[in-house]
């Protein structure tokens, strides 16, 4: 029988900063490897401390402790005999890097640091990192005394290197290396590394997922070989979800890969391939032959291990499954949203629902999340599963089996409708059929009186003038602002009573939901409604939420949402008999935003240049003069609304084009009245109407 090397790849959901639930999570995944048969446990970026420490890696403690952790894992009895490879910040001459290390039976083999740190999206690693600029090359490691006392070892190679094991030889990349348009495993295959490792922390978008995947694929296919990428998963304590879908690709070929959306916070995938393979693909490519022939030496530690054994079977491609958008949204920010309920001291969610798009879309997701607690424990209510642990910890009931969604939504989703004067029967109708459908707890409030006694106390200090909805747009807006704020006290009020008002300890996280697009338009009142403690479609634009809860009405047989999806999106802040439609306040559509938000970041485009642009995408829609005209409006709306995404809510970013400013989207929070470039815009469409008729719609 053909000898074959068995490896693992690992997906776990970490949390910043806890190195005693990390470092069990770890263990446990070396473990099941171990069982499985491995010969190699990889594991994802940053793993002992958590991807999303931020700025504690500026803090000593945050690397002592990541040593302390790595010398338990070095002594654990359960740790021996498997080549291990785990990630960590290491500070080398006063310089911290982001590293894996690499051990084998109580001895650390190397430390090899990141050569590519990542500073775009959501990554600001440079704040935190160095990049290992000295290719191809070593240096002698004094580790700490602690790793001293605990295993003997003084010292290790640090920086650049390959392991040449007894039977293959073994190359290392970082997350951005695989990603960089010089990835390091070119190089590295040609050195010979038939065995690539990736530890990564590559976050969710709608329609990304399989682009680390095909990443890998191509990678094995131009230059042949093993590629064992790992990822985090879920949220650590910050607006991104980490992506999961670790994997294992052998010459272009999937032989496994992991869940993209999961509640499991150990995933360990293990494949046993024939490296004969590796080596017949690549000498039957020539022009690698040829590269390969005069590439440089590469450094290589020599480590006396092998990953062969005649103990396996041997394992084959598989098909790859991802998730459709509409899936992602049921369950991406589902997830998100559990994982910051189980790790915050929060009984559930509160939600004031409106009975529109954006409000109903949220509570789906919340009903979408109860699915995915239910159907992962009642299958494992005898296996002492963490996800129970944790659900009977937030429900404060040691004895909860859970039986349905249904059931748990009642348990974990406060609904309220916040009625006034000028909210109409038909959304009303909507929110308590919609409640009804997913069995959330639902209640209604009349926020009119509160209003009605700001408006009364307002005029005495103003000698007697009262604002009015018909009298000037300062006046229309404050009444309707004074609303919007008005429901988001209550809801915060709210959400501290409803467990106190049926006998119970705790509180309720406050849920928001503002959509992508209100937020890059700024329609949205600071402070209102849309301020909470989460938002989970705070990243998702409103034609992907349609698109949603359609999906959902079928997946969760929710006939009440063909309603909500019908009826024009409105905020019912004016009297009704103005029929006040989101989109006319806007003074654009939701499909324009859509397009002005993807110009904007990540098409990098201002005023000028997306006139430019849409003069092209919009050819047959609109003439020049209207182009320039709704990109003017879109500029001007969003200059003077810009303060506002300080205080926009923490949300699950989903989405290529968020304007969320803690981390995305960088931009100052006033602007001036982008004279200089309106008036290149007015030369440019003069320009077009004067030379370029074919840009006239018929």
Request: one cysteine or more; charged letters at 20%; hydrophobic letters at 35%.
């Amino acid at each position: 029988m053909t000898e074959l090397a068995t490896v693992s790849a690992t997906c776990l959901n970490q949390f910043a900063m806890d190195f005693e639930g990390n470092y069990h999570r770890i263990l446990s995944s070396i473990e099941k490897a171990k069982l499985q048969g491995s010969k190699f446990r990889c594991g994802p970026e940053l793993e002992i401390t958590g991807y999303s420490c931020q700025d504690h890696f500026h803090e000593s403690d945050t690397i002592l402790h990541s040593w302390e952790v790595l010398a338990q894992l070095l002594i654990h009895v359960n740790c021996q005999d498997i080549l291990i490879d785990v990630g960590m910040p290491v500070m080398f001459n006063d310089v911290t890097y982001n590293c894996r290390v690499i051990f084998l039976n109580r001895e650390i083999v190397l430390i090899r640091p990141k050569l590519i740190v990542c500073d775009d999206g959501n990554y600001r690693e440079t704040r935190w990192f160095t990049a290992w600029t000295r290719r191809r090359q070593l240096e002698e490691f004094i580790l700490p005394q602690l790793i001293v006392t605990a295993t003997g070892q003084k010292s290790v190679p640090f920086g650049d290197a390959l392991l040449q094991l007894d039977d293959t030889r073994i190359g290392f990349e970082i997350c951005e290396e695989l990603w960089s348009p010089q990835s390091t495993h070119i190089e590295q295959s040609f050195a010979g590394a038939e065995i690539i490792v990736n530890g990564s922390g590559s976050y969710a978008e709608l329609r990304k997922a399989a682009h680390a995947l095909t990443l890998c694929k191509r990678a094995t296919s131009k230059s042949g070989g093993l590629y064992i990428f790992n990822n985090l998963r879920g949220c650590d304590g910050e607006r991104i979800y980490l992506n999961g879908s670790s994997c294992i690709v052998l010459n272009g070929n999937t032989l496994r890969l992991g869940q993209q959306y999961s509640l499991l916070d150990v995933e360990v995938l293990t494949a046993s391939i024939d490296l004969t393979e590796i080596r017949n693909y690549r000498n039957s490519i020539r022009s690698r032959t040829l590269l390969a022939a005069a590439a440089s030496p590469y450094p290589t530690l020599r480590v006396n291990w092998s990953l062969s054994s005649k103990a396996r079977k041997m394992t084959f491609p598989v098909a790859e499954i991802f998730c459709q958008p509409e899936e992602e949204i049921a369950r991406g920010p589902a997830l998100w949203l559990w994982d910051y309920l189980r790790r915050s001291s929060a009984s559930g969610f509160f939600l004031p629902l409106s009975g529109g798009v954006d409000s109903s879309s949220v509570a789906i997701i919340v009903y979408s999340m109860c699915h995915l607690v239910v159907e992962h424990t009642v299958s494992r209510l005898h296996m002492n599963d963490e996800v129970l642990i944790d659900l009977r910890k937030i429900l404060k009931n040691q004895d909860y089996v859970p039986t349905n969604a249904s059931d748990l939504c009642h348990q974990l989703l406060t609904t309220c409708y916040m009625g006034s004067e000028n909210s109409s029967e038909e959304t009303r109708k909507r929110a308590n059929d919609l409640a009804a459908g997913i069995n959330s707890n639902h209640l209604t409030v009349d926020i009119t009186s509160v209003v009605s006694a700001l408006i009364t106390e307002t005029k005495s200090v103003f000698g007697g003038k009262t604002p009015d909805f018909s009298g000037t747009r300062t006046e229309n807006l404050a009444l309707q602002n004074v609303q919007a704020r008005s429901r988001m006290i209550f809801a915060y009020f709210m959400a501290q009573l409803c467990p106190w008002s049926t006998g119970k300890n705790g509180f309720l996280l406050v849920l928001g939901t503002s959509n992508v697009d209100e937020a890059i338009r700024g329609y949205f009142t600071k402070y209102d409604c849309s301020s909470a403690d989460l938002n989970p479609i705070g990243g998702i634009s409103k034609t992907d939420l349609r698109n949603f809860i359609l999906y959902a009405a079928k997946k969760f047989k929710l006939s009440e949402v063909k309603e909500i999806v019908d009826a024009p999106p409105t905020a019912e802040l004016t009297p009704l008999h103005t029929n006040q439609t989101d989109e006319e306040d806007m003074g654009m559509t939701y499909s324009e935003l859509s397009d002005f938000g993807k110009l904007r970041h990540p098409g990098c485009c201002g005023p000028f240049s997306m006139v430019a642009r849409l003069l092209h995408l919009w050819k047959d829609k609109f003439p020049p003069t209207e182009i320039s005209r709704k990109v003017k409006h879109f500029y001007v709306s969003y200059a003077s609304n810009r303060h506002k995404m300080t205080t926009l809510t923490p949300s699950c970013h989903m989405e290529s084009y968020s304007p969320d400013d803690h981390r995305f989207d960088h931009r100052p929070i006033f602007y001036p009245d982008f004279t200089w470039q309106f008036r290149k815009i007015d030369e440019m469409i003069q320009e077009v109407d004067e030379s370029l008729p074919d840009f006239e719609v018929d």
